[in-house]
């Protein structure tokens, strides 16, 4: 049964710092590895996927790494901004059929 | 191009009625899932439909069903609602091994 869990639970940090945030995952037979956005009371946004065959996706201001061998992936974010400010969740794709989530790391950012 | 929608926004019931959430996905898309979020923890998954059937079901009970229809929106369906079921249940949708498009949710809550 796949267990994904997430370091940090909480962060805070002054605007500009770059940032790390942690996913680690069991089963390393995963499909895909996505990252999302959640703000207090409001659904998902997407912001990365990593496919099991890539090792890293970029978008701007955040890149994302995949290692499957050790059941691993990290957020980057560099020059934090208090709009990041944020719950992100990873979460670890079982060949197309359901997502299994971490808990989360909350995020606030400081101006 | 609208994304996935989901109806009601908010609801609030009491223990032991019953309810009906509804999604309609992304266009393009024919495959939807729904899961439950708790406060301060991440979606766990309930359930996955393609082509009208119940493709994957997740640790929930059967008080949890749902339906797909031709058009490809979804319901799902919890009866004898108990307290523990107030959480936000969002509806994410996809085709083939794109990634999910999440839904801002329902925030169900039981009195």
């Known amino acids: 049964k796949q267990e994904v869990t997430q370091i940090p639970a909480a962060l805070s940090v002054p605007e500009g710092e770059n940032l790390v945030l942690n996913c680690s995952f069991t089963d390393s037979a995963i499909y895909n590895l996505q990252w999302f956005r959640q703000d207090p009371g409001k659904g998902l946004t997407s912001l990365l996927l990593i496919q099991s065959s890539q090792r890293e996706q970029t978008s701007g201001r955040l890149n994302a790494s995949l290692d499957k061998s050790s059941g691993r992936s990290t957020l980057y974010i560099a020059a934090s901004q208090p709009g990041d400010s944020a719950t992100y969740l990873c979460?670890?794709?079982?060949?197309?059929?359901?997502?299994?989530f971490g808990p989360g790391t909350r995020l606030s950012v400081l101006p | 191009d609208a994304g996935v929608t989901q109806s009601p926004t908010h609801l609030i019931k009491t223990r032991g009625q019953q309810v009906t959430l509804r999604c309609s996905p992304k266009?393009?898309?024919?495959?939807v899932s729904w899961y439950q979020q708790a406060l301060g923890q991440g979606p766990q998954f309930i359930f996955q439909y393609y082509e009208e059937e119940e493709r994957q079901r997740g640790n929930f009970p059967d008080r949890f069903s749902g339906h797909q229809f031709p058009n490809y929106s979804s319901e799902l369906n919890v009866n004898a609602l108990l307290l523990g079921d107030s959480a936000l249940y969002l509806c994410a949708s996809r085709v083939g091994d794109q990634p999910q498009h999440f839904g801002d949710g329902t925030r169900l809550s039981i009195l």
């Open positions: 979460a670890a794709d079982n060949y197309g059929q359901n997502f299994v």
């Open positions: 266009s393009g898309h024919d495959t």
